[in-house]
Every structure is written in structure tokens, then in C-alpha cells.
């Protein structure tokens, strides 16, 4: 996993990685050997380390049978010219690596870009946003297959908290993490006006 680099630091110093498989992992830090003069040593502080019982969210063992008998697999034939929808989706995993909730970025008036994430208030509640995570790509690869996600480093750290409502229920968070161009992730449009939606001409998509 990584390499993790000045681009992952955020104002608050706050940083964490996703869950991985396995009993033990190293922690490897590489500083430059020769700094400039103005160089502020570097300080790494490991705040908790969540040790699972059960396996990670991304692992192969994980599962993939948890969703109704309803809910239609992504990597279906029912899923298909949708893959921008698809790319929007991402699970939210809180700071002890439990993965609880879905929700979809999504695209604002001023189409630049800014990461914005809709998710659900009650998938919030009262909980310090800061060191969420969003992983994106949690996915099947077929159809029918065993639970097989895409790599784990697909996820993103660090999230603050807009706007809440616990009437609509939506919560709207900004990722602070800047996402790499090559996931490939997919802001989702919206639309505000009263125009009536054709019965059958919608969807949602979710973990």
C-alpha cells in the first residue's frame, strides 16, 4: 500500500489508511537526505492501530451475499451503459475500518470539480467526520461471481461535514483527499426543478 506523499497531508495532520489483510504490517518512512535548510523535521505520531477479528471489508473472503434477493449485481447485464452512475458510488468506512454505508459523488452549478459526497444523515449522526474514508470501485467483477473488489488503495482519506438534515435524511460531505484522475471516478448530475420522474426510469445503486 502507497507510497503515501506530501499530497495525502491535510491541514488537521490527520491521515489513515484503509484496512489490510494480515496479522502485521511495517510502517517505512523516507525522508530526503539532503533537506534544504528551511526542512521542518517530520513527526509521525500512530494514534490507534483496529486489529479485526472478521475479514476486511476488501478481502476476498469478505462476502458478497448480503444483498437481497432484489438487488440486481452491478456487473450484471441490467448494469450496462451505466457505468458512470456505477462510478459515482463509493462506501464510506469510518476510522476503525468498518465499512457502513453507501453514497455517490456528485457534480455542483459551478462544474469544477470540487468533491462533494451524498450520502444519508443517519449514516452520520453525531460522528467527527475528519477521518472517514471513501473507497471507491467496491465492486464484483462478474455477474455471478465470488465477492472480488477492485484493489484497495482505491480509497481516499479525510472528509468534511456541510450540510445535514435528519428530515430528508442527506448528508453532504466534501473529501478532502484529492482523488487521482485515473479512478475514473464520476461526479453525478442532479437535477432541482419539479419536472416528474417516468415511473421505471430510475435507480439507485448501492452496497
Not at 6 to 33: C, T
Not at 37 to 60: A, M
Not at 71 to 96: H, M, T
Not at 157 to 172: E, Q, R
Request: aromatic share 10%; net charge negative; glycine share 8%.
Amino acid at each position: 500500500m502507497g507510497a503515501f506523499t506530501a499530497q495525502n497531508n491535510k491541514e488537521n495532520r490527520n491521515f489513515g489508511i484503509a484496512p489490510v489483510s494480515g496479522d502485521f504490517l511495517v510502517l517505512e518512512y523516507i525522508e530526503p537526505l539532503n533537506r534544504p535548510s528551511d526542512f521542518v523535521p517530520s513527526s509521525i505520531v500512530v494514534s490507534h492501530i483496529v486489529h479485526g477479528f472478521r475479514p476486511s471489508p476488501f478481502s476476498s473472503k469478505a462476502g458478497a451475499k448480503v444483498s437481497g434477493s432484489c438487488n440486481i449485481n452491478v456487473a450484471c447485464p441490467e448494469g450496462s451503459g451505466k457505468n458512470n452512475a456505477i462510478n459515482s458510488v463509493a462506501l464510506l468506512i469510518n476510522k476503525n475500518g468498518a465499512a457502513f454505508c453507501s453514497g455517490a459523488m456528485i457534480n455542483n452549478a459551478e462544474n469544477d470539480g470540487r468533491q462533494l459526497f451524498l450520502t444519508a444523515e443517519h449514516c452520520i449522526g453525531d460522528s467527527d467526520v475528519t477521518n472517514f474514508m471513501v473507497g471507491f470501485h467496491y465492486q464484483t467483477k462478474y455477474c455471478n461471481s465470488a465477492f472480488e473488489s477492485k484493489p484497495q488503495t482505491d480509497v481516499v482519506h479525510g472528509a468534511k461535514l456541510l450540510g445535514k438534515s435528519d428530515v430528508s435524511d442527506y448528508a453532504v460531505l466534501e473529501i478532502i483527499e484529492t482523488i487521482p484522475d485515473e479512478w475514473d471516478v464520476f461526479m453525478a448530475g442532479w437535477d432541482a426543478t419539479n419536472t416528474n420522474v417516468r415511473t421505471g426510469s430510475f435507480y439507485g445503486i448501492h452496497h
